[in-house]
């Protein structure tokens, strides 16, 4: 079945640290590729997303790519901040589907 | 331009009890999905709404039910709660369901059984 597969947490780092999470999705059919962000006490942002193999999502300086041939969509961030501590999911959609698929979730948090 | 609100924020109940759990989505929007957060999880999908019918289900029981009303807020209603069911429950809106990807999200409501 669907499935997403985050590298587990927590991930500590000092500020303008190169922060990566690896996240790797089942290949069945030809799924679009998010990542959200739970900062503490809200619910979920959308952070960015790819829709297609080779797609870069971007957004507040994180990038990820929509890699077919690995099956990841991994996040990273140049130089991390303080305020970019929470909690990171990612998330498959199914082709004409409607059921988000998330992660476990990978907590970060940065040290100043 | 108002986002997804939730209510309650909190909510305690006992096992077997009923819990109603009301969501109004962002302005505009006409899809409502529910999801189910366990504590130092992800999110799972519950059902999710689309101008008032049912658009699919996760693999959660029949006690788990919905309703999506003209002004396309909606509830979630759980019946015979378990302890399992607690969790953070997670309402998100979106324009289209094919769009579902991009969904906002509501703060939650924190559900306790005991």
């Known amino acids: 079945g669907d499935s997403v597969t985050q590298m587990e947490g927590p991930v500590t780092l000092s500020e303008e640290a190169f922060l990566t999470i690896n996240c790797t999705y089942t290949?069945?059919?030809?799924?679009?590729l998010f990542w959200y962000v739970q900062y503490p006490g809200e619910g979920l942002q959308l952070l960015l997303k790819a829709t297609k193999a080779d797609d870069k999502g971007s957004n507040k300086g994180f990038e990820a790519t929509y890699r077919k041939e690995t099956t990841s969509f991994h996040l990273e961030k140049g130089s991390v901040q303080v305020s970019d501590s929470a909690v990171y999911f990612c998330a498959r959609l199914k082709a004409a589907g409607n059921k988000l698929t998330f992660g476990g979730g990978t907590r970060v948090l940065v040290k100043p | 331009e108002t986002g997804v609100t939730q209510s309650p924020t909190h909510l305690i109940k006992t096992r077997g009890q009923q819990v109603t759990l009301r969501c109004s989505s962002q302005s505009g929007h006409n899809t409502v999905s529910w999801y189910q957060q366990a504590l130092g999880q992800g999110p799972q999908f519950i059902f999710q709404?689309?101008?008032?019918?049912?658009?699919g289900r996760g693999n959660f029981p029949p006690r788990f039910s919905g309703l999506q009303f003209p002004n396309y807020s909606s509830e979630l209603n759980v019946n015979a709660l378990e302890l399992d069911d607690s969790a953070l429950y997670l309402c998100?809106?979106?324009?289209?369901?094919?769009?579902?990807?991009?969904?906002?999200f509501g703060p939650g409501t924190r559900l306790t059984v005991t």
């Open positions: 998100a809106s979106s324009l289209e369901s094919l769009t579902m990807g991009e969904q906002y």
């Open positions: 290949a069945t059919g030809y799924p679009s």
């Open positions: 709404y689309y101008r008032e019918e049912e658009n």
